[in-house]
């Protein structure tokens, strides 16, 4: 059998002969750099690990505020864009009723947690789900702009189908609550060249002025074909439409939809005509 020997057993251990080492021993700053080396390595990659989820909301939340802020006209290249939100007050609406609910904290409100939430989701009734998103929240923020005491803009987020995709987009309306001031459509899968071309800003300063409602209070707002040949050009009509997209027309019709949902009577049409009242 084989035996270990008494100096084996009883003489100094691994990390006792590495301590003994002089310390400009070259191998004893080698192994220290080494294991230096290996111990920052796990602790930046544990940390990349842990602060990923907080780094894609920071950026998710910055690339939202950039969007308000262009459809706002407030965006300025090269700013900082969480100092240039600070001009923009969020609020939160209780959708049926357009008053706001003071209960919610606008800086932790989630939509996405909840349109999923049983206690603030709506199902929406396959006869009124024009902008086809089956689901919504009761609640739902806006964006202000303010110019002293008055608003200047309010910026309502809209959604619904296209041909392909969500549609997903910001639209700033005049202290009137009726005339459009501008729009963006941020976020959509549209094929290129044609749907897609509703992120065009050529197309989507089509919108501006444009008007929302007419004199009996509905939405009339719409994406059409061939306006400028069967409406002038300032014709009554024609503050009411928006020149289509060749080649795209269920998409523009998605638009239609969506516009006509959310500033329609299930979405900010009690909260833009309470506002207006108020602020007449």
Same mark, same amino acid.
């Given at each position: 059998?084989? @035996?270990?020997?008494?100096?084996?057993?009883?003489?100094?251990?691994?990390?006792?002969?590495?301590?003994?080492?002089?310390?400009? $021993?070259?191998?004893?700053?080698?192994?220290?750099?080494? %294991?230096?080396?290996?111990?920052?390595?796990?602790?930046?990659?544990?940390?990349?690990?842990?602060?990923?989820?907080?780094?894609?909301?920071?950026? %998710? %939340?910055?690339? =939202?505020?950039?969007?308000?802020?262009? /459809?706002?006209?407030?965006?300025?290249?090269?700013?900082?864009?969480?100092?240039?939100?600070?001009?923009?007050?969020?609020?939160?609406?209780?959708?049926?009723?357009?008053?706001?609910?003071?209960?919610?904290?606008?800086?932790?409100?989630?939509?996405?947690?909840?349109?999923?939430?049983?206690?603030?989701?709506?199902?929406?009734?396959?006869?009124?789900?024009?902008?086809?998103?089956?689901?919504?929240? =009761?609640?739902?923020?806006?964006?202000? /702009?303010?110019?002293?005491?008055?608003?200047?803009?309010?910026?309502?987020?809209?959604?619904?189908?296209?041909?392909?995709?969500?549609?997903?987009?910001?639209?700033?309306?005049?202290?009137?609550?009726?005339?459009?001031?501008?729009?963006?459509?941020?976020?959509?899968?549209?094929?290129?060249?044609?749907?897609?071309?509703?992120?065009?800003?050529?197309?989507?300063?089509?919108?501006?002025?444009? %008007?929302?409602?007419?004199?009996?209070?509905?939405? =009339?707002?719409? /994406?059409?074909?061939?306006?400028?040949?069967?409406?002038?050009?300032? $014709?009554?009509?024609?503050?009411?439409?928006?020149?289509?997209?060749?080649?795209?027309?269920?998409?523009?019709?998605?638009?239609?939809?969506?516009?006509?949902?959310?500033?329609?009577?299930?979405?900010?049409?009690?909260?833009? @005509?309470?506002?207006?009242?108020?602020?007449?």
């Amino acid at each position: 059998m084989l @035996k270990l020997s008494n100096s084996t057993v009883s003489g100094p251990g691994m990390l006792a002969r590495f301590s003994a080492l002089p310390n400009e $021993s070259p191998a004893k700053i080698l192994i220290v750099a080494t %294991l230096l080396c290996l111990v920052c390595a796990a602790l930046v990659s544990s940390a990349a690990v842990l602060l990923r989820p907080i780094h894609k909301a920071n950026e %998710l %939340l910055l690339s =939202k505020q950039r969007e308000i802020l262009r /459809v706002a006209g407030l965006y300025r290249e090269g700013e900082s864009i969480s100092a240039m939100f600070r001009q923009i007050e969020t609020r939160i609406v209780a959708l049926p009723s357009g008053q706001y609910a003071t209960d919610i904290n606008p800086q932790t409100f989630d939509y996405a947690r909840a349109v999923i939430d049983p206690a603030t989701r709506v199902e929406i009734p396959d006869n009124k789900d024009i902008a086809r998103i089956r689901t919504m929240a =009761k609640y739902a923020p806006v964006y202000l /702009v303010t110019k002293g005491d008055a608003i200047g803009k309010i910026i309502v987020p809209v959604y619904g189908y296209g041909l392909w995709s969500t549609l997903r987009a910001y639209i700033a309306i005049k202290p009137d609550g009726n005339t459009i001031d501008g729009i963006s459509f941020y976020q959509h899968g549209e094929t290129p060249g044609l749907g897609a071309e509703i992120a065009n800003p050529r197309w989507q300063d089509k919108w501006k002025n444009k %008007l929302i409602y007419d004199a009996t209070g509905a939405v =009339k707002l719409q /994406v059409v074909r061939g306006i400028f040949v069967t409406n002038a050009v300032g $014709s009554e009509q024609s503050k009411y439409e928006v020149d289509g997209i060749s080649g795209a027309t269920l998409t523009t019709n998605g638009v239609t939809n969506l516009i006509r949902y959310w500033l329609g009577e299930s979405g900010f049409e009690a909260y833009l @005509k309470t506002y207006h009242q108020e602020a007449g």
